[in-house]
């Protein structure tokens, strides 16, 4: 991501998993933690996935402390795809090694990623739980992606051909959730990156 980003490998359920953290710029305390998950990793996804990165950006430029992380089996992370199980034991395993007592938290999300957020967010206890979820693209039509709280930010392209936007639309309307539909893009945010990095900046400043 740039030159102060840190790796680390800390341990989890099936092995070692491989996290780069990034710090906001200057001598201030970090507000919290953003933790990112990243896409299907049998279709390629990595923690280097450049909407992860972008949505790293983001939430450093918001003085958030951000870790992103491979799940088992990727990179130098050890152990093996588990269908979605596991990498959710991943996730709260992230958590559970890097996150400071009382940190605030965000959780976020792309494609398979957003799946794993919105189920990790669910076994967090109470006194644990996300100040916010940000999902971009969640896997709704390939996953069972959990119902989550009415602050979610779900942003989504309008021509995702990989998740149809009618699938997110089907999973939010139960939740009376709302979407952000980006017009004209797809799945991956071609040539659309730094937009969404804007709407996530200036849904925090809303």
Not at 195 to 204: H, M, T
Request: net charge neutral; with cysteine.
């Amino acid at each position: 991501m740039n030159p102060r980003t840190q790796k680390a490998l800390i341990a989890g359920p099936a092995g070692a998993i491989e996290c780069a953290l990034d710090r906001p710029v200057g001598e201030q305390a970090p507000k919290g933690l953003a933790l990112i998950c990243h896409p299907n990793p049998t279709q390629g996804g990595t923690m280097d996935n450049k909407v992860v990165q972008t949505l790293a950006r983001a939430f450093v430029e918001l003085g958030l402390r951000t870790v992103r992380f491979n799940f088992r089996g990727i990179g130098k992370s050890e152990g093996g795809w588990d269908e979605g199980r596991g990498e959710i034991d991943d996730a709260l395993a992230v958590l559970q090694a890097l996150r400071e007592p009382g940190e605030s938290l965000v959780l976020a999300g792309f494609s398979f990623g957003g799946y794993v957020a919105s189920q990790a967010a669910l076994r967090l206890p109470e006194e644990q739980r996300a100040q916010r979820l940000v999902l971009v693209g969640p896997a709704t039509s390939r996953f069972d992606t959990a119902a989550v709280p009415a602050d979610t930010l779900v942003i989504h392209g309008e021509q995702d051909d990989v998740v149809p936007l009618s699938s997110v639309l089907d999973w939010a309307r139960p939740q009376s959730l709302p979407i952000t539909v980006v017009p004209g893009v797809g799945h991956f945010f071609h040539g659309q990156l730094p937009l969404l990095k804007s709407i996530v900046l200036r849904a925090w400043s809303a």
